[in-house]
């Protein structure tokens, strides 16, 4: 293949990956360009929203955006079930709520699909600590430590303090 032909099927393959990944921006019956979100992209948007409410320290706040990305996530369980990201933030959302059984079933089961999910691997381990379990929590370290990943360093650093 010449130059002039790399370059041919450059120029296409990129207008062909503009024009696909725009027209899917054209859908709004409003006119405007957002695009509709999934139940798991709601709930994982209002998780991190909570997140920076709990910083704040707006505890009643990120109650309420917990109990919110709650009902996203269940929707979004049962229109696509065994999900792992959606069993984490399930999991995740549940035990910021108090109900740590709950939400160990939820980060079991995404285990269960998926034994070396980071997220799953840390939050489970935050779980243990907060439930005095801490040797449950160094197993769920041991997994992250060739990672490479914020993960394991959060973990590990609850653990130290604790």
Request: glycine share 6%; net charge positive; with cysteine.
């Amino acid at each position: 293949m010449n130059y002039i032909e790399m370059k041919i099927k450059f120029i296409t393959i990129i207008f062909l990956f503009f024009t696909l990944t725009n027209s899917s921006y054209g859908a709004g019956s409003s006119g405007d360009s957002e695009q509709v979100k999934t139940s798991y992209e709601k709930g994982a948007y209002i998780i991190k929203k909570a997140k920076r409410s709990e910083k704040k320290g707006k505890t009643k706040k990120a109650i309420k955006q917990y109990e919110k990305a709650l009902k996203y996530l269940i929707k979004s369980n049962e229109k696509k079930p065994n999900q792992p990201d959606t069993l984490n933030y399930l999991g995740f959302a549940l035990r910021k709520l108090g109900k740590f059984e709950e939400a160990e079933k939820f980060y079991m089961q995404g285990l269960s699909i998926e034994p070396n999910h980071n997220g799953i691997n840390e939050y489970l381990g935050e779980l243990y600590v907060q439930t005095n379990r801490i040797e449950l929590a160094k197993e769920r370290l041991e997994i992250l430590k060739n990672c490479n990943c914020e993960e394991y360093s959060e973990l590990k650093e609850l653990i130290e303090s604790n």
